[in-house]
């Protein structure tokens, strides 16, 4: 058995495939660059392409699965930049990374208390050696309800740590989970829009979920509210965001995620001009955040990532359930 890595960073990813590579006796080959016409022929010879977030077209799996290839193992908990229809359609199998919901969780209360306390103002003014007070006064988290749409792992894990700082938690999800109840209220969206000072996304992007943000949603909440996002780009509509903040009906963003952002997040375009304008526009506010898709980004993390990658190819060659699988 062999996987063949694509866009591998040798900096992180690399020095865990060779212990993996060990402990579950399947060999790789990596570089570091995304699939392209021009690299598709690396993978011969490999039962499974990996990939994190990129661009692949369905062309690319038809080269592969000719090739022999039947398993593409993500490294990632995202999984929308696979072509499922064509990977269903080739009897490719799809697998989505699995880690510890703490290190996005987290990331993500560290996003609510710098929109809520105003740091990017914060420390852009510091730069120009501005310590006035005026205009910084932010909110309290504590004096907050915050709504957490999707109580998956992460979302559950992030109202398990937001309770100790004392604060109203409102939760949604399609299937409720008896564990957030302990410490959040279900209701439905339109209350959970009205009554949140902070609203935080954890859901996948689906085409049922596309959008879920947009200009009717933000016309339902609070004047201020504050959004906030380490999910997927494709849950906010760009153009309602830039809209509700421009109003001032949005208070401010904490954004780890944007839409289009393949092609830009881990890579070093200094110096270029970006065809994301949504994203130049937010990044001009000094009430939003935008970090570059970094809430996954500890080692644990990164290991677990790779470690699916092998985990779940030897579950699926040798016929063990693989719990991670995407249902196509």
């Known amino acids: 058995m062999k996987?063949?890595?694509?866009?591998?960073?040798?900096?992180?990813?690399?020095?865990?495939?060779?212990?993996?590579?060990?402990?579950?006796?399947?060999?790789?080959?990596?570089?570091?660059?995304?699939?392209?016409?021009?690299?598709?022929?690396?993978?011969?010879g490999c039962d499974a392409v990996s990939t994190n977030p990129c661009e692949i077209r369905p062309e690319y799996l038809q080269t592969f699965a000719k090739m022999g290839v039947r398993y593409l193992p993500c490294r990632s908990i995202g999984y929308d930049?696979?072509?499922?229809?064509?990977?269903?359609?080739?009897?490719?199998?799809?697998?989505h990374s699995h880690y510890p919901p703490e290190?996005?969780?987290?990331?993500?209360?560290?996003?609510?208390?710098?929109?809520?306390?105003?740091?990017?103002?914060?420390?852009?003014?510091?730069?120009?050696?501005?310590?006035?007070?005026?205009?910084?006064?932010?909110r309290?988290?504590?004096?907050?309800?915050?709504?957490?749409?999707?109580?998956?792992?992460?979302?559950?894990?992030?109202?398990?740590?937001?309770?100790?700082?004392?604060?109203?938690?409102?939760?949604?999800?399609?299937?409720?989970?008896?564990?957030v109840c302990n410490t959040a209220e279900y209701v439905d969206l339109d209350t959970l829009y009205a009554e949140s000072d902070v609203i935080t996304l954890h859901l996948n992007a689906t085409p049922e979920n596309h959008y879920l943000i947009n200009e009717a949603a933000i016309e339902k909440?609070?004047?201020?509210?504050?959004?906030?996002?380490?999910?997927?780009?494709?849950?906010?509509?760009?153009?309602?965001?830039?809209?509700?903040?421009?109003?001032?009906?949005?208070?401010?963003?904490?954004?780890?995620?944007?839409?289009?952002?393949?092609?830009?997040c881990y890579y070093n375009r200094a110096g270029e001009a970006l065809a994301n304008r949504e994203l130049a526009l937010l990044r001009s506010f000094p009430n939003v955040i935008?970090?570059?898709?970094?809430?996954?980004?500890?080692?644990?993390n990164v290991a677990s990532m790779v470690q699916s990658a092998f985990e779940a190819v030897s579950n699926m060659a040798a016929g063990r359930p693989e719990p991670n699988e995407v249902k196509l």
């Not at 935008?290 to 644990?300: E, G």
């Open 140 to 179: 309290d988290l504590s004096s907050c309800t915050v709504g957490v749409i999707g109580t998956g792992k992460i979302g559950r894990t992030v109202i398990r740590h937001l309770s100790g700082f004392g604060c109203r938690i409102l939760a949604y999800d399609l299937y409720p989970n008896e564990e």
């Open 290 to 300: 935008v970090s570059p898709h970094t809430a996954f980004y500890t080692d644990v």
């Open 81 to 95: 930049h696979i072509p499922l229809d064509t990977a269903k359609e080739l009897g490719l199998r799809v697998s």
């Open 221 to 264: 909440m609070k004047p201020g509210v504050i959004l906030i996002n380490t999910a997927r780009g494709t849950l906010i509509e760009p153009k309602a965001l830039v809209n509700g903040l421009e109003s001032g009906k949005i208070g401010g963003a904490g954004l780890d995620v944007v839409e289009d952002e393949n092609g830009i």
């Open 3 to 44: 996987i063949f890595f694509y866009t591998l960073r040798e900096f992180d990813e690399l020095p865990y495939c060779e212990p993996f590579k060990q402990k579950y006796g399947i060999d790789y080959a990596w570089t570091s660059e995304p699939p392209c016409p021009e690299n598709l022929h690396l993978a011969e």
């Open 103 to 138: 290190g996005v969780a987290n990331y993500t209360i560290m996003l609510m208390l710098m929109a809520t306390r105003k740091m990017n103002q914060i420390m852009l003014r510091a730069v120009a050696q501005d310590y006035s007070l005026a205009g910084k006064m932010g």
